[in-house]
C-alpha cells in the first residue's frame, strides 16, 4: 500500500513513427472539388504522458502528441499534367498535427521478470492544416511551355480543431522499481477536419496514423 501510494503519477516520453494509413496515406492526386487524399509519408512522432494511478491496475492519463507527415512528392508528380519533352519543378510541404487527449490505461502484469502490458484508449481534440503544393511545367518545345510556363498548386491553409481519438497497447519493461523501458503501438484517427479559411471548402480530410514509439516511463 506505501509502495502504491508513492508511486501514484507517472511521466512518459516516447518517440517514434508515424505511419499514414487511408485516406490519409493514399498516394494518389486528384483535382476534384472534394479530394481529400493526404499524399502523406512516414514522419517522426513525439508523446508526453501523464498519468494517475487510480488502482495498481487501472490509470487515468493526458497524452499530449505531435507529429510531421511529409507529402509524397514523387505521387504528386506522377498525378500532375504530363506531356512530351516537358519538365516540372514540384514543391512539398508537411502536414503538422498536434493532439491533446484524455483516457485510460490498464496494466497487466506478465510473467515473473516486471512486464507490464498496458492496453490503453485515449479521445479528445487535434489541430492540423493542408500543407500544400505546388507544380510549375515547363519545355524544351520551341513555342510551347517554354515561353508560357505554368503552375498548379493547391493553397496552404489552416485545420479546424476537431475531435480525434487512439486506442493502444504498451509493453513495459521495468529498469527499476520506479523506471521502465516502453514500447507502444496505436492506431490514431480522427472525424473529418475541415477548412478554417474557406468555409465553402467541401474537403473533409482525416488524418489516420499507426504510431510504433519507444521511450521511458517513470514512476513519481
Known amino acids: 500500500m506505501a509502495q502504491q501510494s508513492a508511486?501514484?503519477?507517472?511521466?512518459?516520453?516516447s518517440v517514434g513513427a508515424a505511419l499514414p494509413v487511408g485516406k490519409f496515406g493514399k498516394k494518389s492526386l486528384s483535382y476534384n472539388p472534394d479530394s481529400s487524399y493526404g499524399l502523406a509519408k512516414a514522419g517522426p512522432i513525439a508523446n508526453i504522458k501523464v498519468g494517475y494511478g487510480l488502482s495498481e491496475k487501472l490509470s487515468l492519463s493526458l497524452l499530449v502528441s505531435g507529429m510531421i507527415n511529409r507529402e509524397d512528392k514523387e505521387s504528386f508528380e506522377s498525378g500532375s499534367f504530363q506531356t512530351a519533352n516537358a519538365w516540372s519543378s514540384i514543391s512539398v510541404h508537411s502536414w503538422k498535427?498536434?493532439?491533446?487527449?484524455?483516457g485510460?490505461?490498464?496494466?497487466?502484469h506478465a510473467g515473473d521478470h516486471g512486464l507490464i502490458v498496458s492496453p490503453s484508449v485515449h479521445a479528445g481534440v487535434v489541430k492540423?492544416?493542408?500543407p500544400g503544393d505546388t507544380a510549375v511545367y515547363h519545355s524544351d518545345v520551341q513555342g510551347s511551355l517554354d515561353d508560357h510556363p505554368f503552375a498548379i498548386w493547391r493553397d496552404k491553409f489552416p485545420l479546424r480543431w476537431t475531435f480525434c481519438y487512439q486506442a493502444g497497447v504498451s509493453i513495459q519493461y521495468p529498469l527499476n522499481n520506479r523506471l521502465y523501458l516502453d514500447g507502444t503501438a496505436a492506431f490514431f484517427n480522427t472525424a473529418g477536419l475541415r477548412s478554417a479559411k474557406f468555409d465553402n471548402d467541401p474537403r473533409r480530410f482525416?488524418?489516420?496514423?499507426?504510431?510504433?514509439?519507444?521511450?521511458?516511463?517513470?514512476?513519481?
Open 7 to 13: 508511486n501514484r503519477f507517472s511521466v512518459q516520453i
Open 97 to 102: 498535427t498536434f493532439s491533446v487527449m484524455a
Open 128 to 130: 492540423s492544416g493542408f
Open 206 to 220: 482525416k488524418i489516420s496514423t499507426i504510431n510504433i514509439t519507444a521511450g521511458v516511463r517513470l514512476l513519481l
Open 104 to 108: 485510460t490505461n490498464f496494466d497487466l
